[in-house]
T-cell receptor, first 113, second 116 residues
Framework: KAGVTQTPRYLIKTRGQQVTLSCSPI?????VSWYQQTPGQGLQFLFEYFSETQRNKGNFPGRFSGRQFSNSRSEMNVSTLELGDSALYLCASSLEPGPYGYTFGSGTRLTVV | AQTVTQSQPEMSVQEAETVTLSCTYDTSENNYYLFWYKQPPSRQMILVIR??????QNATENRFSVNFQKAAKSFSLKISDSQLGDTAMYFCAFMKRAAGTYKYIFGTGTRLKVLA
């Protein structure tokens, strides 16, 4: 059974650009959540999607957006990149929203220069 | 608001020994869930153990066990017979039901190094 797949693993972007990150959950998992991980702030919740609907959103500016497709794959987009957006972006999936624990991907390391 | 505190930024332990990682949380909820996740250098976070707050019995998974003290709002992780592969960041997490979905809050992590 394939795990949670995040692409790309590494990304370098210039300030002001936009970026799209992709996440394919475990087969059968319909809930996908995104987190931003930085050394100073730890894991900060971005969004949660279930059945193509955003169920929950963290406290991030509108430059951060996401979506989920009918096959449960999810993308997140960050527009007008800032240096402070440099982070590890983690995707996590579960069967459905609930207290089951997540399966995480290996993340996308985004560096903004 | 709920908070999760891991007061030990870094710890080390000799191989084959036992180590305990601490976690405290603050909540007024009565029904919630607690988790420990491990993040090795490969970056992929792995669920180590899960505890339901309404269960008195401490969760155990092989060499990993928790000491759940609900009144004290404490949820420590004990790793027995430490192995080199246990070297990782360990995150404590709190989850509760909120607004039709579930909300997770993570602690800032403890970096554990197992020494040969």
């Amino acid at each position: 059974k394939a795990g949670v797949t995040q692409t790309p693993r590494y990304l370098i972007k210039t300030r002001g650009q936009q970026v799209t990150l992709s996440c394919s959950p475990i087969s059968g998992h319909r809930s996908v959540s995104w987190y931003q991980q930085t050394p100073g702030q730890g894991l900060q919740f971005l969004f949660e999607y279930f059945s193509e609907t955003q169920r929950n959103k963290g406290n991030f500016p509108g430059r951060f957006s996401g979506r989920q497709f009918s096959n449960s794959r999810s993308e997140m987009n960050v527009s007008t990149l800032e240096l402070g957006d440099s982070a590890l972006y983690l995707c996590a999936s579960s069967l459905e929203p609930g207290p089951y624990g997540y399966t995480f991907g290996s993340g996308t390391r985004l560096t903004v220069v | 608001a709920q908070t999760v505190t891991q007061s030990q930024p870094e710890m080390s332990v000799q191989e084959a020994e036992t180590v305990t990682l601490s976690c405290t949380y603050d909540t007024s909820e009565n029904n919630y869930y607690l988790f420990w996740y491990k993040q090795p250098p490969s970056r992929q976070m792995i669920l180590v153990i899960r505890q339901e707050a309404y269960k008195q019995q401490n969760a155990t998974e092989n060499r990993f066990s928790v000491n759940f003290q609900k009144a004290a709002k404490s949820f420590s992780l004990k790793i027995s017979d430490s192995q080199l592969g246990d070297t990782a960041m360990y995150f404590c997490a709190f989850m509760k039901r909120a607004a039709g979905t579930y909300k997770y809050i993570f602690g800032t992590g403890t970096r554990l190094k197992v020494l040969a």
